[in-house]
């Protein structure tokens, strides 16, 4: 079996676990360089997987041949950049979500792997879940009817990530939760309903919970201990209506919110039957069948997602083939974050 050379460019949460762990159970791959400008970061990634390069700037891998495929698992804003320095030296790249902090980033990346002929993908690894795979597939056959409209709920309560850190500095992450949560259910959605285009956007953000970062009280905090030195200038709440060619899709996100409950979850609604999906859980089918409503609970084995992300990545390296993850399919996702940011700027609706 072909192995093909890996090397992890950001060693932090989505590395350690997600990518590394997937990579080291895969018998495709070798992970050749760990890389992050903390070195402790590198170092203590790469000796639990004896990785046998251990470096803290990732431009020695651009002139190590061997090196064939790269995940970059590094903050928001050196997607970009970090990208089309590896597809500009012939590497194919695995780079997380978001794909950049904005989509005339994105249009270069794409651009890059075109006239390099590489395979970037994107990190939206809910295209590789099973439970969104099976909502897709009753979609496509035609099980809910006309698809009309589908809802997305993904609110927590007083959970923003790394307060007064990179996750809250827009200069780095590009925006708040809609970047960050929300990137991850509207591809989803996209993926599922596969609109032609999205025609106009409506929509509101608000930064309401944190006027001093030292007063924000949380219940949980991911990404952190809290920087109350830093910066805080993004949205924690988002909500807001797009228009496609086919349904219309509503939703609300939510960081932090003044409501002691979690709702992380998607509604498809059609004139024959709806499915409500517990994200990252189980989904419920709903219909009627002679005159009886049905509420259909479906079971079936579960594959580790991230595990397919990074197996289909690699096929697609040694096949030079696209794959459902490539830049192409996300377009459509972060033009119309662009255009969720610009509604809420405007206080109107967006036009695309």
Known sequence: MKKVT????????????????????????EVKYVVDIKPEKAKALGEKYRVPHIITDYREILQDPEVEAVSVCT???????????????????????PAAI????????????????????????????????????????GELGKVYHIYCS????????????????????????????GVHFLDLIFYCINPKKVLAVSSS?????????????????????????????VEEFVTGLIRTDGPTISFNGAWAQNIGESAMFIEFLGDKGGIKLEYGGNFTFYTTKNGILQ?????????????????????STIANRKNRANVDNILITAETMDAIYESAKLGKEVIL
């Open 6 to 29: 890996v090397a992890v460019i950001g060693c932090g949460a989505i590395a350690r676990d997600a990518h590394m762990p997937s990579y080291a159970n895969n018998p495709m791959a």
């Open 102 to 141: 904005n989509a005339d980033l994105v249009r270069k990346m794409k651009e890059a792997a075109d006239r390099n002929g590489k395979i970037l993908n994107i990190g939206v690894v809910n295209r590789f879940n099973t439970a969104v795979n099976h909502i897709k597939d009753m979609i496509e056959a």
């Open 75 to 97: 903050p928001n804003d050196t997607h970009a950049p970090i990208t089309i320095d590896c597809l500009n030296a012939g590497k194919n790249v695995l780079c997380e979500k």
């Open 295 to 315: 509420e259909i609970k479906p079971s079936y084995q579960t594959k580790n997602m991230f595990y397919e992300e990074i197996d289909s990545f690699l096929k």
């Open 154 to 181: 993904f609110r927590q309560h007083r959970s923003i990530p790394g307060l007064g850190g990179w996750f809250t500095n827009k200069k780095v992450a590009g925006g708040g939760v809609l970047i960050d949560w």
């Open 205 to 233: 953000t608000y930064s309401e919970l944190v006027k001093d970062l030292k007063d924000y009280t949380y219940v949980d905090m991911w990404a952190g201990p809290p920087d109350y030195d830093g910066v805080y200038d």
